[in-house]
C-alpha cells in the first residue's frame, strides 16, 4: 500500500535559520509527492507538488523540496524561516492502487518558529 | 473567485442525530473528497467521488453517507451510527491529472 511517513511531530527553528521538515514514501510506481501547509482552523494550503522532472522543485513562499528515489524521501525546506512560517506541514502521494485515486497524508508535522 | 465552500464553519451536534455537511465548488473539478482530521492522526479519507452519481468509501467510511446528485456538490452525512463524531471535516477536489488538490475551510463538528 502506499503510504507516507513524517518521523517529527514537532520541528523547532530560529527566525532566519534553515528550516527541514522530513518526509518519507512507499509508492509503487514513480511517486506524486505533495506538500500542503495548515494554519489554525482553516483547511490546507498547497505549496508544491512533485511529479516527474526536476528532483529540486520549489513552491509557494519561497518553501522548495527535494525529491530523493534512493532513499525515498520528499524534505521540505526553507533557506531561512520566518516566525510566520509557524504551522502544521503534512506530506502527501497520490494512491492510484486498486482503481483509487486519492491522496494519502502523513500525520503531520509541526513547525515552530522562534524569534 | 473559484474555490471551495465548506459550511457551516462550526456545527455542535446532539448525541442519536444526523447532521449534514456542505460542501460546494466552483472550479469545475471532476473529482471532490471528504477528509476527518484528528489531532495526531493526519487527515483520513472517508468518502470520494470521481464523477457525479458515483462515489466509493474511504478508509473510515462507517458512519457517514454522501451523494453527488451535482458536479458541484458533495454533501456529506455524519450519521448516529458514526461513534465519535467530534473532529474536523475537510472536503477537497482535484482536476485530472492531480495538478493539485483544492481543500475547503474545514467545518469542526462538535457532539454535545
Known amino acids: 500500500a502506499q503510504s507516507v511517513a513524517q518521523p517529527e511531530d514537532q520541528v523547532n527553528v530560529a527566525e532566519g535559520n534553515p528550516l527541514t521538515v522530513k518526509c518519507t514514501y512507499s509508492?509503487?510506481?514513480?511517486?506524486?509527492l505533495f506538500w500542503y501547509v495548515q494554519y489554525p482552523n482553516r483547511g490546507l494550503q498547497f505549496l508544491l507538488k512533485?511529479?516527474?522532472?526536476?528532483?529540486l522543485v520549489k513552491g509557494s513562499y519561497g518553501f522548495e523540496a527535494e525529491f530523493n528515489k534512493s532513499q525515498t524521501s520528499f524534505h521540505l525546506k526553507k533557506p531561512s524561516a520566518l516566525v510566520s512560517d509557524s504551522a502544521l506541514y503534512f506530506c502527501?502521494?497520490?494512491?492510484?492502487?486498486?482503481?483509487?485515486?486519492?491522496?494519502?497524508f502523513g500525520t503531520g508535522t509541526r513547525l515552530q518558529v522562534f524569534p | 473567485d473559484g474555490g471551495i465552500t465548506q459550511s457551516p464553519k462550526y456545527l455542535f451536534r446532539k448525541e442519536g442525530q444526523n447532521v449534514t455537511l456542505s460542501c460546494e465548488q466552483n472550479?469545475?473539478?471532476?473529482?471532490m473528497y471528504w477528509y476527518r482530521q484528528d489531532p495526531g492522526q493526519g487527515l483520513r479519507l472517508i468518502y470520494y467521488?470521481?464523477?457525479?452519481?458515483?462515489?466509493q468509501k474511504g478508509d473510515i467510511a462507517e458512519g457517514y453517507s454522501v451523494s453527488r446528485e451535482k458536479k458541484e456538490s458533495f454533501p456529506l452525512t455524519v450519521t448516529s451510527a458514526q461513534k465519535n463524531p467530534t473532529a474536523f471535516y475537510l472536503c477537497?477536489?482535484?482536476?485530472?491529472?492531480?495538478?493539485?488538490?483544492?481543500f475547503g475551510q474545514g467545518t469542526r463538528l462538535t457532539v454535545v
Open positions: 512533485y511529479i516527474t522532472g526536476d528532483n
Open positions: 509508492v509503487s510506481g514513480n511517486p506524486y
Open positions: 467521488s470521481q464523477i457525479v452519481n458515483d462515489f
Open positions: 477537497a477536489s482535484t482536476t485530472w491529472g492531480w495538478t493539485e488538490a483544492f
Open positions: 472550479l469545475n473539478h471532476d473529482a
Open positions: 502527501a502521494v497520490r494512491d492510484t492502487s486498486y482503481n483509487t485515486d486519492k491522496l494519502i
